[in-house]
């Protein structure tokens, strides 16, 4: 697993640099932009699209994870540079990312549904929780996550600043 504290200042700094954050974000936008990686990695293993197959244009399902753990980990980042609109530890928020999940789902959709859970536990975040769930997910299924990282991370450098003109 990469040190997670690293990681999030690391994407947390891309994301300012890319104009993703002109002002402090709430947990909700955050929040539903994760939901919605979930969501592309479930259409990747609909599509039976597990692994990355192409570095300059990362896809697939591992990928898709990989999303879900650098949204997490901005937040994280965004949180330790005061950026956040709402009380968060982001210390504790690394720890349960260290300490690991027990997704205890057998099937991949159980398990990116035990995900969402996680994101919605008690209206509370838990961004930790849910970056061990990717970890656990992808080592069961025995695909590289910190690769998958590490390439759209490099890739995400590249981009355009706010490519696609999206408001959030």
């Not at 690391?10 to 929040?31: D, F, L, M, N, Q």
Request: net charge negative; charged share 25%.
């Amino acid at each position: 697993m990469l040190d997670i504290k690293v990681l999030s200042i690391e994407v947390h700094a891309t994301a300012v640099e890319k104009g993703w954050w002109p002002a402090p974000r709430s947990w909700h936008e955050i929040r539903l932009l994760i939901v919605s990686e979930i969501a592309e990695a479930l259409e990747a293993f609909r599509e039976s699209r597990m692994a990355l197959v192409d570095p300059a244009k990362p896809e697939g399902f591992t990928v898709e994870l990989a999303d879900v753990v650098i949204r997490c980990a901005d937040w994280i980042g965004a949180a330790l540079s005061g950026l956040t609109q709402d009380e968060f530890n982001a210390e504790e928020e690394i720890r349960n990312a260290q300490a690991g999940c027990n997704l205890a789902e057998s099937t991949i959709p159980g398990c990116l549904d035990r995900l969402l859970v996680l994101l919605y536990c008690g209206g509370t975040v838990n961004v930790g929780e849910v970056i061990a769930g990717c970890y656990e997910l992808t080592k069961r299924l025995n695909l590289d996550l910190d690769a998958a990282i590490r390439v759209k991370t490099v890739y995400n450098k590249q981009r355009a600043f706010r490519h696609g003109g999206k408001a959030l």
